[in-house]
């Protein structure tokens, strides 16, 4: 089993920027592939960004590239996403997930067997 923990949303002004914590226990691993997923009210829930174990792959929604980056920490087991420049649209609930299964960069919901339990990003004009 995996724990995960996210932390750091809160209500920001359109362009500036958050930093979102997602801490991880239990059967932790640096080769599980970890994603960022978000769902805003009234939609299905979707990808933000992944990135792989060590060497720090990664990939990104075209909605947030170049505005936000995910990183990790393995030492800490934690997964960050700083969102910079951030517009209303990307208010939502953002959840982490880890695939313990696959250690490739994925897109796929289906993919990752492990979730937080969300936390609130809200971006007011």
């Known amino acids: 089993q995996v724990q995960l923990v996210e932390s750091g949303g809160g209500l920001v002004q359109a362009g500036g920027s958050l930093r979102l914590s997602c801490a991880a226990s239990g059967r932790t691993s640096s080769y599980y592939t970890m994603g960022w997923f978000r769902q805003a009210p009234g939609k299905k829930r979707e990808f933000v960004g992944t990135i792989k174990s060590y060497g720090g792959s990664t990939d990104y929604a075209n909605s947030v590239k170049g505005r936000f980056t995910v990183s990790r920490d393995n030492a800490k087991n934690t997964v960050f996403l700083q969102m910079n420049s951030l517009k209303t649209e990307d208010t939502a609930v953002y959840y982490c997930?880890?695939?313990?299964?696959?250690?490739?960069?994925?897109?796929?919901?289906?993919?990752?067997?492990?979730w937080g339990q969300g936390t609130q990003v809200t971006v007011s004009s």
């Open positions: 997930a880890a695939a313990t299964y696959t250690y490739r960069l994925s897109r796929t919901e289906d993919d990752y067997n492990y």
